[in-house]
Structure formats: C-alpha cells, structure tokens
C-alpha cells in the first residue's frame, strides 16, 4: 500500500508550482497539480504557509463537513462546482439549508445537491488572486485530495457571511495534510458471471429510478456492464456525439432538462432549459449566465439511451461513460416527482442517433 501524502515543506511545493506556471502559463490548479504529481489539495494545502488558505475542522457531527455548509444560506447567492474526471458543472444560485440523515444529505433549490460527506476528509477557505479579481471558496475534499464540492463568492454574496461560515470552523494551527493513495478500482466481474436474465427481470420491475442503484449492488454489477447486458429495448448504444445532439436540439426547442453529475462524495443536479453550446476542442460546453457545463468528448466511452420503468411510466436518459465504467453525466426530461415523462423529451431522446 503507498504511503500517504504530507506537505510538510510547502514552500518547495510552490515553487515547483510556480516554476510550472512560468513555464506553461495559466493552469487550473486541478492540471497543475496533475503535472506536478501531487493531488489537488495538496496545493491548498501549501497555500497554508502564505495565508492563502484556511484550513476547516471536521464538525463533530454525524454529517460531518456538511455541518459547515448550514451557514452558507445566509451569504445568498454563490456559484457550486461540482466535477469528475471528464465533466465540470456550474451553477449560481441561493444555497438553501442541507437536510441530512448521518453522512447523506441534499440541498434543494437553486443549487441542488446530493452529498454523501462520509466521503469528505479535508476542507480549506482559499482565497486566490485572478485575471478578472480575487476569488473566494470553500473547497471540499476526499482522503486522497480529489475535490468533492466547492462553493464560490460572487459579486452578488454577502462576502461577510460567506466568511463567517468558514471562520466558524477554522483549524489555523492544525497539522500538515496527510493524503493517502486513491484506493484501486475493483476489478469488474465478467460478464458471463453475471446473471444476466436476472437482472432484466429485476429491471422490468423497478417502480423508482432511484431503485437502480440497489439492483446494481444486488447482481454486483457495474453501471456500465449493466448497460451493456440489459438490452437494447432498455439500454441502446448511443453515438459518442450524443450529448451534443441532445443538448443543442433542447436548446432550439427550449426543452427543460435535468443535467446530473456527480463523483463520490456529491452530485449536482441543475434543471431547466439551455441557451448556449459551444465546442473549444474536445470541451462541450453549456455558457449560460447561470448555468456552465463543461464535458470532455474525448473521454467518453459508451453513451447510451436508457428505459427504466416506474410507477408513472417509463423514464428515460441519456447516460455517457468513461473507459472505467463510470458515469460521466446525466440527462433527463425535467418532471418533477409524480409526474409523467414530458412527450417532447422521450421523443428527443429515443430519436437521438437515429
């Protein structure tokens, strides 16, 4: 097993950092990070020694780092981030009070967010400077360094709340981060192991999309595989470029959608139409004023339209995976619970790649 990271000489890290930027210019501190071979919070972590970055305690509570976002209602609007590997979301907006049962928890409203803060071991207030001003967040992160949630001022928070949030949990004299290795991917089951007929059966049955997580834990099944052995009358192949289809065809239709993407320790959920789709690269891009998605093309692996069955009739996704079996991003028809799914939106999406 590796041994676990500590930045207890950051000053030799930040100069490598800077010797980085200066030799290849602006970088996220993610892709800084990811050259200098250290995980992205061992970078805030070393802004300790400038004062850049504050570090946060874990509340002695059940939630725990969830307990620190209980005071961000009162800064009023901020910006979430949420992002894995291949897709980055963005969204403004009120963050409303979390409700949580132990470790799992949601914020509704403008800002929507599933949080699993068992996940959480590190959390910083880190103040940057920027091309377009300073910068203000709260950063949460795994064991390993790997951001779960962070949460942005804007010209529009209450900047003395926002702060006042992170004040009441600082740990300025706390010992130098210790980041451990990220734990190895299970090795997926193969397919012939897997009871194949049996997890169809179990799917024609789901009465709740939320349902399918536990089919998957019951026939130990990945999501990816499972897509791929359920069926095309319930999981189609769908072109990598189905995304882009999907969002700009919602676009010109003004269709309401629901994009979810999440990594371990939180999903984020925005609903509502969309207005701007670009392409730079292999980034697909939603620029809204509200509302940014950013999503690698080139990282997709499997894209698929999805059927899942539910006491109000048929659902369905468009689903895209990386080459590990892991979901990169949602996208659904918006309909609120107990309601139908919206015509326009299954038409849209059985149609795409068609």
């Known amino acids: 097993m590796a041994e676990a990271m500590v930045i207890d000489r950051p000053e030799e890290l930040l100069a490598r950092e800077a010797a980085l930027r200066n030799e290849r210019g602006r970088l996220r501190m993610r892709d800084a990070a990811a050259a200098l071979g250290v995980p992205e919070a061992a970078l805030v972590e070393a802004r300790r020694a400038t004062g850049a970055a504050l570090r946060l305690a874990r509340p002695d509570a059940r939630e725990g780092y969830g307990a620190l976002l209980a005071g961000l209602p009162a800064a009023g609007e901020v910006m979430a981030l949420t992002r894995n590997e291949s897709c980055v979301i963005e969204t403004h907006g009120r963050f409303d009070a979390p409700e949580f049962q132990g470790a799992m928890g ?74 451990e290795a990220p734990p190895t991917p299970a090795a997926a089951r193969p397919d012939a192991a897997i009871d194949a007929a049996g997890l169809r059966a179990a799917w024609d049955g789901l009465g709740h999309t939320h349902e399918f997580f536990g089919l998957l834990r019951r026939f130990d099944v990945g999501r990816a595989q499972a897509m791929r052995l359920a069926g095309p009358e319930r999981a189609r192949p769908a072109p990598r470029a189905a995304m882009r289809e999907a969002l700009s065809r919602a676009a010109a239709g003004a269709l309401p959608v629901m994009v979810f993407v999440g990594n371990p320790g939180c999903v984020q959920i925005r609903s509502g139409t969309v207005e701007r789709i670009e392409t730079m690269g292999p980034w697909l891009n939603v620029l809204d004023p509200r509302f940014n998605l950013h999503l690698r093309e080139d990282r997709i692996a499997e894209a698929f339209v999805v059927r899942k069955p539910s006491v109000n009739g048929d659902i369905h996704s468009l689903e895209l995976y990386d080459e590990g079996g892991e979901v990169i991003v949602q996208v659904f028809g918006l309909r609120r619970a107990g309601e139908r799914e919206r015509a326009d939106w299954r038409a849209l999406v059985t149609g795409l790649g068609a």
């Not at 590190?122 to 949460?151: C, I, N, W």
């Not at 740990?171 to 980041?179: E, S, Y």
């Open 106 to 179: 949601q914020v509704v409203g403008e800002i929507d967010l599933r949080l699993f803060t068992g996940r959480w071991a590190h959390a910083y207030l880190l103040e940057e400077e920027t091309p377009a001003g300073p910068r203000r967040s709260l950063q949460f992160f795994d064991g390993a360094g790997l951001a779960m949630l962070k949460v942005y001022a804007t010209a529009a928070t209450d900047a003395a709340a926002f702060r006042s949030a992170a004040d009441a949990a600082s740990d300025a004299g706390a010992a130098p981060a210790r980041f």
